[in-house]
């Protein structure tokens, strides 16, 4: 039965699921009495909605603390191995695949590296396949208790009623590629378990938004710094983040030219990929066969030496250079959305901001507008570089939350009649 409001008794009791199981995974344990007031529940019903949650295996007890005058008080916290997802991060060098239970604690990964021709379509799917059964089997966890398998890729992913999620990933050479169906149609996963696929640099701003430097902040922007460059906005209006292709925002007229094929995209300067290419260009020498990582510490290495050594005038110039490309394009974004906040992350960004942070801060102020960039922060992401993996898995997880703490139950075939409706509405749940 639906309320004036539009919401049924289930939506009220999903609701108020969502709200006790959400407030004990990031702010828990907490006993009963505490969850009232954190929640806006009244205590009959958070009685209520912990007895449902501990019958289904969710809450387990935590201990207990002492009371007023009264009998001390059972704490509750969300049971780990409840639940378990799958994060996958398609990256420029390598997929990674790690299982965590429902808490996000690690319980096994698994990496195939990638070589420059590694971004062939059915090798990743083989990968991403592979990889899943791996983490499974090495945790010894049966496919059917997974929430789901969450993946970050590159480029733009699009959400289609008939095919799932599309990814067009240009600087990659994917063309509309059904990431989703091409799982699916060769998975060994039971048909409940879902795919949630999603933009890398968005998967990144998940994670930093939930566990890392983001929290609390209600307008911010998480950058991605790789071989590419992706950004993830999070504001009011969107506050599960959305991707935006910020590393193809033009910064240079007739400039290089970008993996996209454009002239004078940001990624054409401040991606790693290119940063290494003009170091080259300009006389220096990345290690041969070296993978971007290793290739990158050195040129890093080469303008910074320890000991007090003779930096590389050319590795330090393009450094320098490449930061006051990052800072105006941070500018752009602090121009065009305002934040609170902007988190740099990914390998390069973290491998790099070490050294150029500060300089980085210095060339954002200097091209934004005044008033805005007197109020934004630029920090590095806290969650270190397994973050898009960790964001990947928040988005099962978050579907998880947003259901209850109830998996997905198998489509119909059929539209139910409209009396099995009704009693299903009114059922408890």
């Known amino acids: 039965m639906a309320g004036r409001n539009g919401r049924t008794v289930r939506d009220l009791r999903r609701a108020n699921r969502t709200a006790v199981l959400q407030r004990l995974y990031f702010d828990g344990p907490l006993s009963r009495f505490e969850l009232g007031p954190a929640t806006g529940l009244s205590s009959g019903s958070v009685s209520n909605v912990v007895a449902d949650l501990v019958a289904d295996g969710l809450l387990e007890e935590a201990g207990s603390v002492d009371s007023d005058g009264g009998r001390p008080r059972t704490l509750l916290r969300v049971a780990p191995g409840s639940g378990h997802m799958i994060g996958v991060d398609v990256g420029e060098t390598r997929v990674r695949i790690e299982l965590f239970d429902l808490t996000l604690t690690e319980l096994a990964r698994a990496e195939r590296p ?188 080469a303008a910074y030496p320890a000991d007090d050594g003779t930096p590389d005038p050319v590795a330090l110039a393009v450094l320098e250079e490449t930061a006051e490309y990052l800072g105006a394009g941070l500018s752009d974004l602090i121009n065009l959305f305002q934040p609170e906040r902007i988190l740099i992350g990914g390998w390069a960004g973290l491998q790099l901001g070490a050294r150029f942070l500060p300089a980085v801060r210095r060339h954002a102020a200097s091209y934004a507008l005044r008033h805005p960039a007197q109020k934004v922060t630029v920090d590095l992401g806290r969650l270190g570089p397994d973050a898009v993996t960790v964001g990947a898995a928040i988005l099962p997880l978050a579907d998880f939350f947003a259901r209850g703490g109830r998996r997905p139950e198998p489509a119909p075939e059929g539209p139910h009649p409209a009396w099995r409706t009704a009693l299903e509405e009114r059922a408890p749940h």
Request: with cysteine; proline share 4%; aromatic share 6%.
């Open 114 to 301: 990638l070589t420059r021709q590694g971004y062939d379509v059915e090798g990743i799917v083989g990968h991403i396949r592979d990889g899943v059964a791996e983490v499974l089997a090495a945790a010894g966890v049966a496919p059917e208790q997974l929430l789901g398998v969450g993946i970050g890729v590159p480029g733009i992913v699009e959400h289609t009623p008939d095919r799932g999620a599309v990814v067009h990933g240009q600087t990659i050479g994917w063309d509309a590629v059904p990431l989703e169906e091409l799982l699916r149609t060769t998975s060994r996963l039971p048909g409940a378990v879902r795919y949630f696929i999603d933009n890398g640099a968005k998967t990144l701003g998940q994670a930093e938004m939930w566990f890392g430097g983001g929290r609390g902040a209600r307008n911010a922007i998480v950058v991605l710094f790789g071989s590419g460059v992706g950004a993830c906005l999070v504001t009011p209006e969107v506050d599960n983040g959305r991707a935006v292709e910020w590393g193809h925002l033009t910064v240079r007229v007739r400039g290089r030219r970008c993996r996209c094929g454009a002239l004078g995209c940001l990624e054409a300067y401040a991606g790693a990929e290119s940063l290494l290419d003009r170091w080259r260009e300009k006389g220096g020498q990345p290690p041969r066969g070296a993978d971007e990582e290793t290739a990158l510490t050195a040129m890093l290495a």
